[in-house]
C-alpha cells in the first residue's frame, strides 16, 4: 500500500466513527452510548474509537467540537451574506437570508439540535465550555449596526441574538412533541419556508418601529 493509502485508511476510519458517535449520542445521549455501539454503527472494530480518542469522553468532547467548527463556519457565512444582502436589497432580504441560514443549517444538521437540548438538560455534568456562536453573535451584531441610523435608538444585539434563536430553534427542538401534535413536520422544506417568512416578518416590524 502507498504511503498514500496509510494515511488515508485511519483519517477515514476517524471521520467514520466520529460520524457514528454524533447519530448514537445523539440518540441514546451520553451516558446511553457506548463505544462497542458506536464501533459497530462505524462497521470498524469495538477498540478502534479508544484506540483514536481515549475513552467515551473524549469521543464525545470531538464530536461537540466538530459540530461547533461546522456550526460557526456555516453561520459566519451566512452573516456574510445576509450583510451583503442588507446592504444591496434592503431590510428584509437581509433578514431573508439572515433567518433562512440558520434554519436550513439546523434542519440539514438535526442532531445537532438533539445534542444541544440534551447538553441544556445535563450541562451540570457535560458541558467543558460555553455553547454560544461567536460567529452568530458577531454577525447579528453587525447587522443591527449597520442597520440603526447615525444617533437612532438601537435594539439590544444581545436580546435580538436570543430572540432570533428562540423564534428558529424552538420548532426544531420540538419536532417530535408540541409541533408534532400541531401537524407539523418541521424539517421539511416547507415549513421551513414558512417559518422562515413569519419570523422575518416579526423581526421587520419589530426593527423597523
Not at 17 to 33: K, S
Not at 189 to 199: Q, S
Amino acid at each position: 500500500m502507498s504511503a498514500t493509502g496509510v494515511t488515508r485508511q485511519p483519517e477515514r476510519s476517524r471521520k467514520a466513527i466520529l460520524d457514528a458517535a454524533e447519530q448514537v449520542f445523539a440518540r441514546h445521549g451520553y451516558d446511553g452510548a457506548s463505544l462497542a455501539e458506536i464501533g459497530r454503527v462505524a462497521e470498524v472494530s469495538a477498540a478502534l474509537p479508544a484506540y483514536f480518542f481515549g475513552d467515551k469522553r473524549g469521543l464525545y468532547d470531538r464530536v461537540i467540537e466538530r459540530l461547533f467548527e461546522e456550526r460557526d463556519v456555516q453561520l459566519e457565512r451566512v452573516c456574510h451574506a445576509a450583510a451583503r444582502a442588507l446592504e444591496r436589497e434592503g431590510l428584509r432580504r437581509g433578514l431573508e437570508v439572515l433567518v433562512g441560514g440558520y434554519l436550513r443549517f439546523l434542519q440539514l444538521r438535526p442532531t445537532f439540535v438533539t445534542l444541544m437540548s440534551r447538553e441544556a438538560l445535563e450541562i451540570p455534568r457535560r458541558a467543558t465550555r460555553r455553547r454560544h456562536s461567536p460567529a452568530l453573535e458577531a454577525g447579528l451584531a453587525g447587522f443591527v449596526r449597520s442597520i440603526v441610523p447615525p444617533g437612532g435608538p438601537a435594539p439590544d444585539p444581545d436580546q435580538l441574538l436570543v430572540s432570533l434563536v428562540a423564534l428558529c430553534w424552538f420548532p426544531l427542538e420540538h419536532d417530535a412533541t408540541m409541533l408534532a401534535g400541531m401537524g407539523y413536520d418541521t424539517y421539511s422544506d416547507e415549513f421551513i419556508a414558512a417559518r422562515t417568512e413569519h419570523v422575518v416578518d416579526v423581526l421587520v416590524r419589530t426593527l423597523e418601529r
